[in-house]
Nanobody, 125 residues
Framework: QVQLVESGGGLVQAGGSLRLSCAASGRTSSIYALGWFRQAPGKEREFVAAISWSGGSTYYADFVKGRFTISRDNAKNTVYLQMNSLKPEDTAVYYC??????????????????WGKGTLVTVSS
């Protein structure tokens, strides 16, 4: 089992920045990739970004390219999501997820095996 704990959410004005963190514990050796998803009120959960745990390959949803950056610190078993130029439409609960296989980089939530409880990001206009 892998446990994931997100932190770093909060209230920020439009145009501002936040950095989310996701600390992994447990059987972290089984992780192939870590990703961030988000769910806005009344909407389905959607893929934001993912990173392979060993090679560091990154993948982004089109709507965050150039604004968000995913990174990892293997020594700390932590993945980060740096979010810049935030918009009100970025308001959502952001979830960290981990997958054990290469398909976990596809951006599908169904290919992720472990989930955190989420952290709320609110962007005011």
């Amino acid at each position: 089992q892998v446990q994931l704990v997100e932190s770093g959410g909060g209230l920020v004005q439009a145009g501002g920045s936040l950095r989310l963190s996701c600390a992994a514990s447990g059987r972290t050796s089984s992780i192939y990739a870590l990703g961030w998803f988000r769910q806005a009120p009344g909407k389905e959960r959607e893929f934001v970004a993912a990173i392979s745990w060993s090679g560091g390959s990154t993948y982004y949803a089109d709507f965050v390219k150039g604004r968000f950056t995913i990174s990892r610190d293997n020594a700390k078993n932590t993945v980060y999501l740096q979010m810049n130029s935030l918009k009100p439409e970025d308001t959502a609960v952001y979830y960290c997820a981990a997958g054990r296989y290469s398909r976990s980089l596809t951006g599908s939530e169904y290919d992720m095996d472990y989930w955190g409880k989420g952290t709320l990001v609110t962007v005011s206009s």
